[in-house]
């Protein structure tokens, strides 16, 4: 099985196709994955390896690992486009989440007042009131609609929870007004016996009507990139994704990255 884990809290930088140059900021254990989705697709791994032996760091601890690694960044000269939670799973599952962001950008303010802050967040959580206050204070809100079907959203991120359907994540989203960037993953292919395929017309035309009602600033579209824990899926390669894209902007009057 297809394990890639950050073994620190703070990692990088490292060069992101998306962001730029950026920090990660891990809120999950070192040794293991905290996620409330199980994507076919995740870099690191399936939720099934378990959650390892180390705890969730506390907010003291990031913002003691984040001063110490922005003062040897800065004293060396070295450059920062963005500050971005990703990590081990789903950053908003920290019970202190709303209090760390708070702390990274008092830091990112001291430090590097021009870097970005921006959460990779999976949307679970982002209709709870905390969380919904700390994502509005971030410069890149990034939260993930891979499909509008539910059939889809079930066999391809594999919720834990079964009341997560793609209905209530569009609600929660719009509530954001438009500060939020929507991430969308396309892929086909085949796993545990179930074909998957998120670029078919109907699919995206569900997308198109959820982007329409959620109305983000950006929507951004991406494919595989490196080696998935579920065997069988299928990268999109650039030309139809471009083509993809082109048709969803043109639909929704929304700007579209496609990576």
Do not use: W
Not at 13 to 37: A, E, Q, T, W
Not at 133 to 142: G, P, S, T, Y
Not at 150 to 157: D, I, K
């Amino acid at each position: 099985m297809q394990t890639v884990l950050f073994h620190s809290t703070i990692f990088g930088p490292i060069h992101s196709r998306r962001l730029g140059i950026s920090l990660g900021i891990n809120l999950m254990p070192n040794d293991g994955k905290v996620c409330s989705f199980d994507c076919l697709y995740c870099e690191a791994g399936f939720n099934a390896q378990g959650h390892g032996h180390d705890s969730i760091p506390s907010r003291e601890s990031v913002k003691r690992q984040l001063k110490k690694k922005l003062e040897t960044m800065k004293e060396a000269g070295e450059g920062l486009d963005v500050i971005t939670f990703s990590g081990n799973g789903e950053p908003t599952l920290h019970p202190h989440f709303n209090e760390v962001v708070h702390d990274v950008i008092m830091l990112r303010d001291r430090y590097y007042p021009e870097a970005k802050v921006s959460v990779l967040s999976n949307a679970t959580m982002a209709g709870k009131k905390s969380v919904m206050e700390a994502l509005k204070l971030v410069d890149n809100n990034i939260l993930k609609l891979d499909s509008a079907v539910a059939a889809t959203m079930t066999a391809l991120n594999r919720p834990t929870s079964p009341h997560v359907i793609p209905q209530g994540v569009i609600v929660d989203l719009k509530q954001y007004q438009g500060q939020c960037i929507v991430q969308t993953m396309m892929l086909r292919g085949d796993y545990d016996g179930h074909h998957i395929d998120n670029t078919t017309p109907a699919e995206v035309e569900a997308l198109i009507e959820a982007y329409r009602e959620i109305e983000p600033r950006e929507i951004m579209l991406y494919s595989i990139d490196r080696k998935t824990p579920a065997e069988g899926l299928i990268k999109i390669e650039m030309d139809e994704l471009k083509a993809i894209g082109q048709h969803i902007q043109d639909s929704t009057g929304i700007p579209v990255q496609v990576n």
